[in-house]
């Protein structure tokens, strides 16, 4: 039975504070669910494919979607992908990510894991009997590579990442991916590189991935998001790219796991993609990067000070200056005394509060976002 005090914990308290939102009536940042519509010709692919398409669909996916995100990847990372051998839709990329940790270790295996992380990952490894390393990201969520190296033993088997980090919107650098490369050059380790922002990229950052570098690719397992990448995250659409060797067992766990997503949504956004991905897939970039303009305008000088992300949704703030108080009593104490809700930081660590650190959404709405600012600018102490 799979020991979840982890996940179970986070869910207790990410609870409570939604409570306390109901409750106080706060501005809701703490960005559980996407604040974006979708997109009309998304809609309309949806109907037409709706009616059309009643057959059971192959457990990694129609043919379809595989074969236009080969070649979206193909031009983005500017090498072939197999869409036959080695590329897999799954029901989001939370699935991915624990098919390919159930195949890759087994019992006393180790996974070297860089945290803050997705509780699935904890989770997934668990579950496969395996055990969790732990290196630290430092407070700008950068890589020490060194405490990477010294965590590797005879029992490592694999290292999981997340760049564009998940929680922070923070990005490995080129030199980030070379290190990692020489680390694992003449090994048998593989790297599970969790993707999911790599869509959400703002103007003026570069795209990275582990995808980018072929003696990389060639032992790792690279999660997207297609569904954050359309800004329907509620749609759980995810893939995973990976050789041939590793696609196989991976496709194993899936299909014992569960089936492929439903048929209409992968040909829906198939389509959808064969028209705009020319334009790029996520259409909300310009808003977000505004509310990043907004928020670093509207708290410079402010006791909450802002670490810049270059993807994604979200952006960590740092509240050193303002407060002694761990990260989750200081979210219950802006709720309660402030009317503005943010994410604890601790909810992506697996046992403690690393930093004083907590996290807001972006797509919230302008008004309330304005308005959260306010609040959060006016603030001195606590």
Same mark, same amino acid.
């Given at each position: 039975?799979?020991?979840?005090?982890?996940?179970?914990?986070?869910?207790?308290?990410?609870?409570?504070?939604?409570?306390?939102?109901?409750?106080?009536?706060?501005?809701?940042?703490?960005?559980?669910?996407?604040?974006?519509?979708?997109?009309?010709?998304?809609?309309?692919?949806?109907?037409?494919?709706?009616?059309?398409?009643?057959?059971? %669909?192959?457990?990694?996916?129609?043919?379809?979607?595989?074969?236009?995100? =080969? @070649?979206?990847?193909?031009?983005?990372?500017?090498?072939?992908?197999?869409?036959?051998?080695?590329?897999?839709?799954?029901?989001?990329?939370?699935?991915?990510?624990?098919?390919?940790?159930?195949?890759?270790?087994?019992?006393?295996?180790?996974?070297?894991?860089?945290?803050?992380?997705?509780?699935?990952?904890?989770?997934?490894? @668990?579950?496969? /009997? =395996?055990?969790?390393?732990?290196?630290?990201?430092?407070?700008?969520?950068?890589?020490?590579?060194?405490?990477?190296?010294?965590?590797?033993?005879?029992?490592?088997?694999?290292?999981?990442?997340?760049?564009?980090?998940?929680?922070?919107?923070?990005?490995?650098?080129?030199?980030?991916?070379?290190?990692?490369?020489?680390?694992?050059?003449?090994?048998?380790?593989?790297?599970?590189?969790?993707? %999911?922002?790599?869509?959400? %990229?703002?103007?003026?950052?570069?795209?990275?991935?582990? +995808?980018?570098?072929?003696?990389?690719?060639?032992?790792?397992?690279?999660? /997207?998001?297609?569904?954050? =990448?359309?800004?329907?995250? &509620?749609?759980?659409? &995810?893939?995973?790219? @990976?050789?041939?060797?590793?696609?196989?067992?991976?496709?194993?766990?899936?299909?014992?796991?569960?089936? +492929?997503?439903?048929?209409?949504?992968?040909?829906?956004?198939?389509?959808?993609?064969?028209?705009?991905?020319?334009?790029?897939?996520?259409?909300?970039?310009?808003?977000?990067?505004?509310?990043? +303009?907004?928020?670093?305008?509207?708290?410079?000088?402010?006791?909450?000070?802002?670490?810049?992300?270059?993807? /994604?949704?979200?952006?960590?703030?740092?509240?050193?200056?303002?407060?002694?108080? /761990?990260?989750?009593?200081? =979210?219950?104490?802006?709720?309660?005394?402030? &009317?503005?809700? %943010?994410?604890?930081?601790?909810?992506?660590?697996?046992?403690?509060?690393?930093?004083?650190?907590?996290?807001?959404?972006?797509?919230?709405?302008?008004?309330?976002?304005?308005? @959260?600012?306010?609040?959060?600018?006016?603030?001195?102490?606590?």
């Amino acid at each position: 039975m799979l020991k979840s005090q982890h996940i179970n914990s986070h869910i207790s308290v990410v609870q409570k504070l939604r409570l306390m939102i109901e409750e106080c009536g706060a501005i809701d940042l703490m960005g559980l669910s996407s604040g974006f519509g979708c997109h009309n010709d998304l809609i309309d692919s949806l109907k037409s494919t709706i009616g059309s398409s009643a057959e059971i %669909v192959p457990s990694e996916g129609s043919p379809e979607l595989r074969q236009i995100v =080969a @070649a979206m990847l193909r031009d983005k990372h500017f090498r072939a992908i197999d869409h036959h051998a080695e590329l897999t839709i799954t029901a989001g990329a939370n699935q991915a990510l624990f098919c390919a940790i159930a195949a890759s270790v087994g019992d006393g295996d180790e996974v070297i894991v860089l945290e803050p992380s997705c509780t699935i990952i904890a989770d997934a490894i @668990a579950l496969a /009997g =395996a055990r969790a390393v732990y290196v630290q990201l430092r407070p700008d969520y950068t890589v020490d590579w060194a405490e990477v190296q010294k965590s590797i033993n005879p029992r490592t088997k694999l290292i999981a990442l997340s760049s564009p980090h998940r929680a922070s919107g923070i990005s490995l650098s080129a030199d980030d991916w070379e290190a990692l490369q020489k680390l694992v050059l003449g090994t048998k380790l593989r790297v599970l590189s969790d993707e %999911v922002l790599g869509e959400i %990229v703002y103007p003026d950052s570069l795209s990275s991935s582990a +995808a980018f570098y072929p003696r990389l690719a060639e032992r790792s397992f690279v999660v /997207g998001s297609l569904s954050k =990448a359309l800004g329907v995250v &509620g749609w759980e659409l &995810g893939y995973c790219v @990976a050789p041939a060797e590793l696609t196989e067992p991976l496709r194993r766990v899936l299909a014992v796991v569960a089936g +492929a997503p439903n048929l209409p949504v992968q040909l829906a956004v198939a389509a959808h993609m064969a028209q705009h991905m020319a334009q790029g897939l996520f259409p909300h970039t310009q808003v977000l990067a505004e509310h990043r +303009a907004m928020v670093l305008d509207a708290l410079s000088g402010s006791k909450f000070a802002p670490i810049c992300p270059q993807y /994604g949704y979200g952006m960590v703030l740092d509240y050193a200056a303002c407060s002694p108080l /761990g990260d989750v009593e200081l =979210a219950e104490h802006l709720i309660a005394q402030h &009317g503005v809700a %943010v994410l604890p930081m601790s909810c992506f660590q697996h046992d403690k509060q690393e930093y004083p650190h907590v996290r807001i959404d972006l797509g919230t709405p302008r008004p309330q976002l304005e308005r @959260a600012l306010q609040q959060l600018r006016s603030i001195s102490s606590i």
